[in-house]
């Protein structure tokens, strides 16, 4: 067997070439990535394992440079292809990864020992014999993939945007549980909408999210909606209110209330500023006229003595 060419490194590598190259081949050929020619890859798996464990002894790989393969197993033996080093190799490069190979040829307390750790740690379940791993912690970040975050909509009225609410959200996720089965959790989720909060605004929980084979969960993201409001809109911090008055009203004078989204009548103005405690924008009412419809010769005659006597 030669372990240089099973890595596909040349003689000179360095002891970082050797890394890298079962780090790219260890991926590629672990046998839970490799559902449809599963024996040719736990195969190809032990060998890429053994080739790392005697090329990166530097003892194991002088022995092998001089005598070949039965020289490093007369000096002392590395791992069999049905011994644990496969486990300890994988686990010390990718930690809790997506997937954890397993012992095929263990004995009963190899296999203790593995699952005595796997269940310390929190991590995935030994299936049996040839069987696989998978453990779904937060620890194998850095080698397992994670999906786009997922987004929703958090719908608030503008009133709720004015003097904030907190929002109790249920979600329904798919979870790979401790056993590698998948199902299905609810969980409630508390949402504190702060006074100010404008349409786009992001609330994000890490991991919320639905999970898939050989991934870590998505993060769950919420965006603030803002619901049209019957006499107001917003333009950034300040609040636009229309109001319809007549021309005689427009021209002589008249008293509009308006109710405050808060409810009050005393004092209007415009949205919370969410990073300015206490401030708040301008309320700006937009006034629409209402013209008569028809007139008679008389009143025009009447209304354009009267504009060009105020004029």
């Known amino acids: 067997m030669d372990y240089y060419e099973i890595l596909h490194v040349d003689r000179s590598a360095t002891d970082d070439d050797i890394r890298r190259a079962y780090r790219r081949l260890a991926m590629r050929w672990h046998p839970d990535k490799n559902h449809t020619g599963k024996k040719d890859a736990e195969a190809k798996f032990k060998d890429i394992t053994e080739a790392y464990n005697v090329l990166s002894d530097a003892g194991k790989r002088a022995l092998y440079d001089q005598y070949g393969e039965e ?71 850095a080698a397992a993939p994670q999906p786009p975050p997922v987004e929703s909509k958090l719908a608030c009225t503008l009133e709720e945007l004015y003097v904030g609410v907190t929002k109790n959200m249920k979600i329904s996720r798919n979870v790979v549980d401790a056993s590698g089965r998948m199902k299905t959790e609810s969980e409630i989720l508390s949402i504190e909408v702060k006074p100010g909060w404008k349409k786009g605004t992001k609330i994000t929980f890490p991991g919320k999210g639905n999970q898939q084979w050989s991934q ?69 009412i937009r006034f629409d006229v209402a013209f008569p419809e028809r007139l008679t010769r008389r009143q025009r005659a009447q209304i354009k003595r009267i504009l060009d006597a105020a004029g």
């Not at 296999?111 to 912690?137: E, L, S």
């Not at 969960?217 to 008055?245: I, M, Q, S, T, W």
């Not at 209330?257 to 206490?278: C, H, K, S, Y």
Request: charged share 20%.
């Open 216 to 284: 870590l969960p998505a993060d769950l993201v919420f965006v603030v909606d803002e619901k049209p409001h019957d006499v107001y809109c917003r333009d950034g911090n300040d609040l636009v209110a229309e109001a319809r008055v007549t021309l005689a009203d427009a021209l002589g004078g008249t008293v509009l209330v308006l109710a405050t989204l808060d409810g009050r009548e005393l004092l209007v103005e415009g949205m919370p500023i969410a990073r300015e405690p206490g401030s708040h924008g301008s309320l700006r």
């Open 71 to 141: 020289g490093v197993r007369a000096g002392g033996a590395p791992p069999q292809p049905g011994g644990g080093g496969a486990d300890d190799i994988f686990a010390e490069f990718f930690g809790s990864t997506p997937f954890t190979y397993c012992n095929t040829g263990a004995g009963t307390t190899a296999r203790a020992k593995q699952q005595a750790a796997w269940d310390a740690g929190g991590g995935g379940a030994y299936f049996g014999r040839g069987g696989f791993a998978r453990d779904h912690g937060g620890g194998g970040a």
